[in-house]
């Protein structure tokens, strides 16, 4: 649990040389040609020069005084000082302390992972990172009595303690905290799961890393990384398509036999954990960091399989169709349509698209994302080594997020560049609350970048010059909805089947293919044949090694952004104040509270049904658009 506050984690996957100035650009130019402009790379100088900077060995040795201090002055002692005349601003200073601390470790560390991020195949970024997490580790071992210690005290007189105005702007994260409570175990447990997490999950967690951006994939001679590959499942040509998908397919099984060991290690660690901590059922710690009540998931995800034939069954038939097949391969699946404009959007059509959308809703909001064009703030080319997917990690609120990319040109690299800048401004706008209340539970973060996404599909179905382009974006939406809806609960299906399963032994290669082609069937419906090879394909999925369980936050934040975006068309004047309000609040407030002015509440029976209606609603259009130009024919 605490590591976690010394150690931001990147957001959504939805993961050169050494210093950043000048080793950076060594090799950093990929070979994506002119065609996509100048793609920017991020300058990590606003956290530290370089690994062997002066600056970030003297934060680190600070810290490490600053922390003994702490452990000398306040362990054993806070139910004394909690009783002395004083003990509101007693308290409040304590927690200052710790605060200030939790954001100096959060800035290393977070320079530490963004820099070993651009290229996680570099031996010396690879060692730097490590050192980091144990130097963090072993630091942050000497502040583990101060939230066990907190917990422990009385709940009247913490509460009396909260008059005291100092110690009462911190009730959210003491409230927050107080939660973990019932989960939490005797002091010199919790330090030996804080250590050991460097050898264990940790551990695992690079090795996975390290593992992908070394898989090199074979197709038609050309060696390529995992991004590349992936990309080719979006080509025009169905051959491109199907031998990418079998070069992936090949590797991936190759490679099983890692993947498995990987999975079935991280799945007996989080039992360990969940058994000595007292977690009934195996998602429950991510509902608690979450902020979200398990009923309330559980009616997501039900609303969401219920809707299956309604919503992925419906379209994929809809998309064999449009391509003339009886029923689409698995690498078919996010296939170009037919008459698809082949467009290559560059980066500066790319920004301006996203920062007029920000701007159409709010200037202010769109002057915040600017600042990550401008500022260095970004990362976008692909690049051997670098991380997969994207991320916007929130650093610490002393310094700013920094957003990575894989930025190819395609339409989805732009409403990734979208959710990602979501991400983005909610974290510039939450750093306010410190570093103790910025964070903000993923449920939440991912309602942020999703309506940012939804801004700038809006400008752009609005400026569609044909019904063939309108019919390409709404199609390209809908896609990219069931991705983060539907397959988002699939996996979380996925994941719950395997831990579930974990907890009566390990699982073979076999069986976790099993159950993955289980509920691919179930998701993805009859019109999507799943080749026996696909059966692998459950070993990529960075979320699963990285943040068990945090895929239901994307359909969590898609379907809420779809009942938000609702209010928003028929709000009056200050509904995007209300929303930029909404995000400052960072970790502040429940979910229930915010969405509280939106007229919205995520418990209601019907809530995710109605959220889910916007994508039905969407091929309705497109089944409207079919019947229409069958009928001109």
Same mark, same amino acid.
């Given at each position: 649990m605490l590591p976690h506050r010394f150690a931001p984690a990147p957001l959504s996957l939805s993961p050169a040389a050494y210093s950043n100035a000048a080793l950076e650009k060594a090799g950093a130019k990929s070979a994506q040609g002119a065609a996509l402009g100048d793609l920017p790379e991020w300058n990590l100088g606003d956290l530290y020069d370089a690994p062997e900077a002066p600056a970030l060995k003297a934060d680190l040795e600070k810290a490490r005084q600053d922390a003994e201090a702490m452990h000398e002055r306040y362990a054993g002692k806070l139910e004394e000082l909690l009783d002395s005349g004083a003990g509101g601003e007693a308290l409040a200073e304590a927690v200052r302390s710790f605060e200030a601390l939790s954001d100096v470790l959060g800035r290393v560390a977070s320079y530490a992972s963004l820099l070993y991020a651009a290229n996680t195949t570099d031996p010396r970024r690879q060692k730097f990172y490590g050192d980091i997490q144990e130097t963090i580790t072993a630091i942050s071992s000497k502040l583990l009595f101060f939230p066990l210690e907190l917990n422990r005290l009385d709940d009247a007189a913490i509460e009396a303690a909260f008059a005291t105005p100092a110690f009462g702007h911190y009730r959210p994260w003491v409230e927050d905290l107080r939660k973990e409570k019932p989960y939490q175990l005797e002091d010199k447990l919790e330090q030996l799961f804080h250590e050991k997490a460097v050898t264990g999950r940790g551990a695992w967690d690079r090795l996975f890393n390290e593992t992908m951006a070394n898989l090199r994939f074979n197709v038609d001679g050309e060696e390529l990384t995992l991004e590349p590959t992936l990309n080719l499942l979006l080509d025009p040509s169905e051959k491109r398509r199907k031998h990418a998908a079998k070069a992936l397919a090949?590797?991936?099984?190759d490679n099983s036999r890692l993947f498995t060991l990987i999975t079935n290690t991280l799945a007996k660690d989080k039992e360990i954990s969940d058994r000595w901590r007292g977690f009934e059922d195996v998602a429950d710690s991510r509902h608690l960091a979450n902020r979200v009540e398990r009923d309330v998931v559980?009616?997501?995800?039900?609303?969401?399989?219920?809707a299956y034939p309604k919503?992925?069954? %419906?379209?994929?038939? #809809?998309? /064999? %169709?449009?391509?003339? #097949?009886? /029923?689409?391969?698995?690498?078919d699946r996010n296939a170009p349509l037919p008459d698809e404009p082949k467009q290559v959007i560059d980066w500066d059509e790319a920004r301006d698209t996203v920062l007029t959308a920000y701007g159409d809703f709010s200037p202010r909001m769109s002057k915040i994302a600017e600042r990550f064009f401008t500022d260095g703030w970004i990362d976008a080319p692909v690049r051997e080594g670098k991380q997969q997917g994207a991320f916007s990690h929130p650093t610490v609120p002393s310094a700013h997020p920094y957003v990575l990319l894989n930025y190819q040109g395609k339409p989805r690299d732009v409403m990734t560049l979208a959710h990602e800048l979501g991400h983005g401004v909610h974290q510039v706008l939450a750093g306010k609350q410190g570093a103790l209340m910025a964070p903000t539970p993923l449920t939440l973060a991912e309602t942020a970048s999703v309506f940012g996404e939804m801004l700038t599909f809006r400008k752009l179905l609005d400026q569609a010059p044909s019904p063939r382009e309108r019919k390409a974006l709404l199609a390209a939406k809908v896609e990219d909805m069931l991705n983060t809806v539907v397959r988002q609960i699939a996996f979380y299906c996925f994941e719950r089947q395997v831990h579930i399963e974990r907890r009566d032994g390990e699982l073979t290669s076999d069986r976790l293919g099993e159950i993955w082609m289980d509920v691919q069937r179930e998701s993805l419906g009859p019109a999507i044949e799943l080749k026996p090879e696909y059966e692998t394909f459950w070993s990529y999925i960075p979320h699963f090694i990285h943040a068990p369980f945090y895929v239901y936050a994307y359909a969590f934040g898609d379907c809420l952004v779809n009942s938000l975006y609702a209010v928003y068309e028929n709000a009056d004047a200050g509904f995007a104040e209300r929303y930029l309000e909404m995000l400052s609040a960072g970790g502040t407030k429940h979910h229930g509270e915010l969405l509280k002015p939106f007229g919205l509440d995520a418990s209601e029976p019907h809530f995710w049904s109605m959220g889910l209606k916007m994508i039905e609603g969407f091929i309705d259009e497109l089944e409207e658009m079919d019947r229409a130009a069958d009928t001109e024919a």
């Open positions: 090949k590797v991936f099984k559980d009616a997501l995800v039900a609303a969401v399989r219920d919503l992925s069954h %419906r379209y994929y038939a #809809m998309k /064999a %169709r449009w391509l003339g #097949m009886d /029923a689409l391969k698995y690498w």
